[in-house]
């Protein structure tokens, strides 16, 4: 159980607050310093994409980001909830609750399927068999997978096991969806399937956050963060938070009648 007392609480449309951040491997001469005072602060419904080539500090970022890791000094705030300083089990708990992940490996159960992958956080959660089932079905509706509930990940294509995954991101109504080079293992067709997708959950308020080395990404997203040597370098507002995605385009009614959007799964 996650609470948070009067001094935890942030405003309530800020998502991710990041001051002074540094994460900094072995000691003395051999210290790396990955992370060298991030601040950054991330807005409900935003669409920001963080950048960098290796070395950068972007998959360090990601992973406190993701409450995979804590930094060696330095605040962070998710939805209110001082991560930096819980103890190994309440960051899973948060974790589990705040942040639906989609990983470039998919990281789906290979003899499982699809339905069954999506229920897997709610397992955590503790849900029941019953409440379970609904709201997976009700997410794999919402990313165009009704009708392939049953299919196991080799059944699938690997736009199709991307979707899988985004469900199950969604499945728990995360404050934050993280991406970690989603598209990565992708075609083209795939690709654009996947961003447009997540450009339309943007759209009906999800915050995502996408770390990315692909260009062509970025430029779907709200804001555009640039890392190098562990610092950021560039913080371009694209568009401002309550628009649309810069590029995104309405759906006609033909292609909602075969993929649907909806993303109500409570």
Request: aromatic content about 4%; hydrophobic content about 45%.
């Amino acid at each position: 159980m996650i609470t948070m007392s009067p001094t935890e609480m942030l405003e309530p449309e800020t998502v991710i607050d990041v001051r002074d951040l540094v994460k900094t491997y072995g000691e003395g001469d051999a210290a790396v310093h990955a992370l060298a005072g991030i601040n950054l602060t991330i807005k409900r419904g935003d669409f920001v994409t963080i950048m960098g080539s290796s070395g950068s500090g972007k998959s360090t970022l990601m992973n406190i980001l993701g409450c995979l890791d804590v930094p060696t000094s330095g605040t962070y705030h998710l939805d209110g909830v001082d991560a930096a300083s819980l103890s190994e089990g309440a960051l899973a708990d948060l974790r589990n609750a705040k942040i639906g992940f989609i990983f470039q490996s998919f990281n789906l159960l290979r003899r499982t399927s699809a339905v069954r992958n999506v229920e897997v956080p709610l397992a955590y959660a503790g849900l029941s068999r019953r409440d379970r089932r609904k709201r997976a079905m009700a997410a794999l509706a919402s990313v165009g997978l009704a009708g392939r509930e049953d299919h196991r990940p080799n059944e699938l294509s690997g736009g199709q096991m991307q979707r899988v995954a985004v469900a199950r991101a969604l499945v728990t109504d995360p404050a934050m969806v993280l991406a970690d080079e989603a598209t990565g293992n992708l075609d083209s067709k795939s690709t654009e399937d996947v961003i447009r997708l997540l450009e339309d959950l943007n759209v009906a308020g999800r915050t995502i956050v996408w770390i990315t080395h692909e260009h062509e990404v970025a430029r779907h997203s709200k804001r555009r963060v640039v890392l190098v040597d562990g610092l950021i370098t560039v913080d371009e507002r694209i568009v401002a938070v309550d628009a649309p995605p810069p590029l995104w385009k309405p759906r006609s009614a033909t292609e909602l009648a075969v993929e649907p959007i909806a993303v109500e799964v409570a």
